[in-house]
């Protein structure tokens, strides 16, 4: 009995575990998903990335973490085990497959944070209509324009592959009631970080 139940019950905890840290799953590499799946990679080693196309395929050199297939295709999908807490971006060149497989696994697998590239914005409503969140890429290079201009040290700053240089910057969601209420002063944890911004509902603060 302990020769066989324990090593399922050992698996299924130790799959748990591992899976708490949210996976990033990319669909479609053109030319936009190759670049955002180089730069997540750069943050973690969970990405992702599903691609149909065998052109596309073989400008990523036989990379172990691509999957073969329909991004809308619940085969497809069923092979990577999306999880809830996984975040699914939809980067291929049709909303409507965009569209679809953000509904897919929003619908079947419980996801929550999808993004899909929104290439017409007439779609836009749309997509946010349906809990999706709209990429527009012309949107997006306008305020990367606005940025560089009014803002571009910051640019720079998010630009650079600054993990490499062992600094950081990133959102965090305080979900443990042991910090509700509590200063940032009194938080021992910070060490040597630094709050910039504090979100709270639509109010924001600076600490």
């Known amino acids: 009995f302990t020769s066989v139940v324990s090593p399922v019950v050992y698996a299924r905890?130790?799959?748990?575990?591992?899976?708490?840290k949210p996976r990033v799953i990319i669909a479609g590499a053109g030319?936009?998903?190759?670049?955002?799946?180089?730069?997540?990679?750069?943050?973690t080693a969970d990405v992702m990335l599903i691609e149909r196309d065998p052109d596309q395929l073989q400008k990523l050199r036989s990379e172990p973490r691509v999957v073969t297939g329909d991004c809308t295709d619940m085969e497809t999908l069923g092979k990577i085990a999306i999880s809830s807490n996984d975040v699914f971006i939809?980067?291929?060149g049709s909303d409507e497959q965009n569209l679809r497989a953000c509904l897919c696994v929003k619908q079947q697998f419980g996801v929550t944070?999808?993004?899909?590239?929104?290439?017409?914005?007439?779609?836009?409503?749309?997509?946010?209509d349906?809990?999706?969140?709209?990429?527009?890429?012309?949107?997006?290079?306008?305020?990367?324009?606005?940025?560089?201009?009014?803002?571009?040290?910051?640019v720079q700053l998010f630009d650079r592959e600054t993990d490499r240089e062992g600094l950081f910057v990133f959102e965090v969601l305080v979900k443990n009631?042991?910090?509700?209420?509590?200063?940032?002063?009194?938080?021992?944890?910070?060490?040597?970080?630094l709050i910039l911004l504090v979100k709270k509902g639509d109010e924001i603060r600076i600490p």
């Not at 905890?13 to 708490?20: D, F, L, T, V």
């Open 130 to 154: 349906e809990g999706v969140i709209p990429l527009n890429l012309h949107h997006s290079i306008a305020v990367a324009v606005e940025n560089l201009v009014l803002r571009p040290s910051l």
């Open 177 to 193: 009631p042991e910090y509700f209420n509590v200063k940032v002063k009194h938080i021992r944890e910070l060490k040597s970080a």
């Open 31 to 43: 030319r936009v998903g190759r670049e955002v799946f180089e730069r997540v990679r750069l943050h």
């Open 113 to 128: 944070r999808v993004i899909a590239r929104d290439n017409n914005p007439r779609n836009t409503k749309r997509f946010t």
């Open 90 to 92: 939809a980067l291929t």
């Open 13 to 20: 905890i130790r799959e748990k575990s591992r899976r708490k």
